[in-house]
């Protein structure tokens, strides 16, 4: 290492440590020639500034994909299936509340509902579909459509993205995950996904999101094809538009997962762990204006789940009932909320269950928990 590239270092653990805001010079010093511990404290110490205490949230939710019709043919996806498939599907209204009566059972507060992008559903087919979840279900949160299911109705209902979220959200619709938005820079979206929603139209979509009252939560699919730099430029237009509008409620990071997928042959060398932790606890420090990061259980494992909660991770998400997604790609990890507390105390943390907001619900457990 240079005494130049060392000095940069220095400099960015110093700023981290201070609580001052980091350049992207800084965060791609950090990933690049970081340590692994060093960061993971620094991150901490940072979570602990922000969310201060030993509680980790999550919330009691399941995956609803209405149908896995899609015709964005991304590279990376092993859930789709082009239309007339014999395997493509469309869930009824009664399919959908079967569902949700089972999360219900659970006392879930939240349906994450996203599918293809099917070529031929109407609004009218969506607004029902909302109405009558929120008719049936008023406590279950609909947290549905990422930014590019919304490009996609925009293009084939006609019709401005402020439109379709007003009309959603009418019928509905609570908040909006953040799910598509990979890395944030079209080169690396040609080449995974090139007829997906590109990094200003799903940016859009989340600004209008949020100047409409709906809360999002960002995401990053990383490790495949991205530089260091795209990755933080990821993030930092995320921060930008954060600074903007202060909707994003929390962070979410994943490692692409590759086993059946066609973007396999284009990565040589897919992130693992020790990438995904670096990732992550860099993100809490440059991210300083998004509240929450979560940690992504769903594709590393319950085991780096739990220590990512020490590398500036305040929240495991969802328990996730049922996962068709990340499943169709070859990872399948799945809990109930009694593995999910466990799973947060085994690592010296409080459980505690929350809204798609935040809200932290009161305690569900007893205050004495035998070991
Ligand atoms: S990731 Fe979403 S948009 Fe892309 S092919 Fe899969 S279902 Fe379609």
Known sequence: MTATATSALEAAYDRAAAGERLSTEDAVVLLAQGDLLTLG??????????????????????????????????????????????????????????????????????????????????????????????????????????????????????????????????????????????????????????????????????????????????TMMFGHVETLAERVDHMDRLRRLQDETHGFTAFIAWTYQNPNTNLLRKVKDPAGSHVYLKTVAVARLFLDNVPHVQSSWVTQGPKVGQLALDFGCDDMGGTMMEENVVSAAGTTYRMTPEEMDRLILAAGWEPRRRTTRYEVLPPHLPTEVPA
């Open 41 to 218: 404290s620094l991150a901490a110490a940072a979570r602990q500034r922000r969310n201060p205490g030993r509680t980790v949230t999550y919330i009691v939710d399941r995956n609803v994909n209405y149908t896995n019709v899609c015709v964005t043919y991304c590279s990376f996806c092993a859930f789709y299936r082009p239309p007339g498939h014999e395997e493509g599907y469309v869930q009824t209204y009664e399919q959908v509340a079967a569902r949700l009566e089972e999360l219900r059972a659970q006392g879930g507060r939240q349906v994450l509902l996203q599918g293809g992008h099917h070529p031929d559903l109407p609004l009218a087919w969506y607004e029902g579909l909302l109405r009558s979840m929120r008719e049936r279900f008023p406590e279950i949160n609909v947290h549905g459509f990422s930014p590019p299911e919304i490009t996609h109705f925009a293009e084939i209902w006609k019709m401005p993205v402020r439109e379709v979220v007003a009309r959603l959200k009418a019928a509905g619709l609570g908040s909006i995950p953040g799910g598509g938005g990979e890395i944030l820079v079209d080169r690396v979206r040609k080449v995974i996904a090139p007829m997906k929603a590109t990094s200003d139209e799903w940016l859009g979509v989340m600004r209008e999101a949020h100047l409409q009252g709906l809360s999002t939560s960002a």
